[in-house]
């Protein structure tokens, strides 16, 4: 008796265990940016999304299990010959992501290696187009042919190719050694140019600044006439002002009492003193032949006064 009952409790125990087991292996859950291709009886039945999901046991199997995220992949570096026959050693890395999970499953065995060598060969057609100058300067056409070509043929893999990039393009020793010559006898050829330019400018400027300074000083020199010659006629119309004047006071003078005789005795002194002048300057004194010319001389001055007094109160 206690050998059936231990044979009924063995049994349930193996039931409870396999029940266990089945509901593990009915549940199966999803993490997220992931896809798992379900399998039932050995063909294709659905893909799984992220989250807690019922598998039947025994009848449907898990399959394939595939990443949404974007996944990097380092294309192997690879020789590839320019357009001018020179060898170009090249790798780079692709970047793509799985958008169809059935079509990644079924469509290729491996479409990670067939991504791999359709981006290799895509790439040394590309850069058997272009000459070896061409290469380094058309890095964004090579990434975007060799992106085109891969996402067209990729497509019936599930697979949506985002971008290729170059990472390193190395060319052969010689190569780079006439590259580096070539560069370093640019740099001194855009260094003598630049040099001519700066005499050529500093010529320039040095004529400019002569040219300059020589209407400056010009301008000053015909600026400086204007004023002296203005300053002149400023200067006889004052004279002549002020002779009119004094003339004029003068005349008023002699009209006045008395005038006729104080220009009488102005006369006679200048006449004196003009005499006394010539006596200090010349060891050689002059007289007049007939000292009685000085009075006529007065008497002429006056005469002329007088016709001037006239002819002025006749004019009144």
């Known amino acids: 008796m206690a050998d059936v009952f231990g044979s009924l409790d063995g049994f349930w125990l193996v039931l409870v265990i ?16 992931h896809a798992w291709v379900v399998e039932r009886l050995g063909k294709y039945d659905r893909t799984l999304t992220p989250g807690p999901r019922f598998v039947i046991p025994f009848i449907e199997k898990i399959t394939y299990k595939h990443s949404l995220k974007e996944i990097p992949l380092d294309v192997p570096s690879q020789v590839c010959i320019t357009r001018d026959n020179t060898q170009l050693q090249v790798d780079g890395v692709l970047y793509f992501q799985v958008t169809d999970p059935m079509r990644a499953s079924y469509g290729s065995s491996n479409y990670i290696n067939a991504i791999t060598q359709l981006a290799q060969t895509t790439l040394r057609s590309v850069i058997g187009k272009l000459e070896l100058d061409r290469t380094f300067e058309e890095r964004e ?6 992106v085109s070509s891969l996402d067209e043929a990729a497509a019936n893999w599930g697979v949506k190719v985002l971008r290729y990039e170059i990472k390193d393009l190395t060319p052969p020793a010689e190569i ?12 001194e050829k855009r260094a003598l140019i630049a040099a001519s330019e700066g005499r050529r400018q500093e010529q320039i400027n040095i004529a400019t600044g002569e040219r300059e300074a020589a209407i ?24 002549a002002n002020a ?3 004094a003339i004029t006071k003068v005349s008023q003078a002699i009209g006045q009492p008395g005038g006729l005789e104080a220009v009488n005795l102005q006369v006679a002194d200048r006449y004196v003193d003009a005499f006394s002048k010539v006596a200090k300057e010349s060891n050689t004194l002059i007289l007049p032949a007939n000292l009685s010319d000085m009075a006529g001389l ?3 001055a006056m005469t002329v006064i007088k016709q001037h007094k006239n002819d002025g109160i006749t004019g009144d």
Not at 218 to 231: D, F, L, R
Request: proline share 2%; no cysteine; charged share 20%.
């Open 176 to 187: 780079l050694r006439a590259m580096q010559a070539q560069i370093t006898a640019e740099r």
């Open 216 to 239: 400056a000083r010009s301008e000053g020199e015909k600026q400086a006439q204007i004023n002296k010659a203005e300053g002149e006629a400023a200067a006889t119309v004052a004279i």
């Open 298 to 300: 007065i008497s002429s």
């Open 141 to 146: 056409f090579i990434n975007s042919s060799v």
């Open 243 to 245: 002779t009119a004047e």
């Open 18 to 33: 396999l029940a266990i087991i089945i509901i593990i292996r009915a549940v199966a859950i999803v993490p997220q940016q």
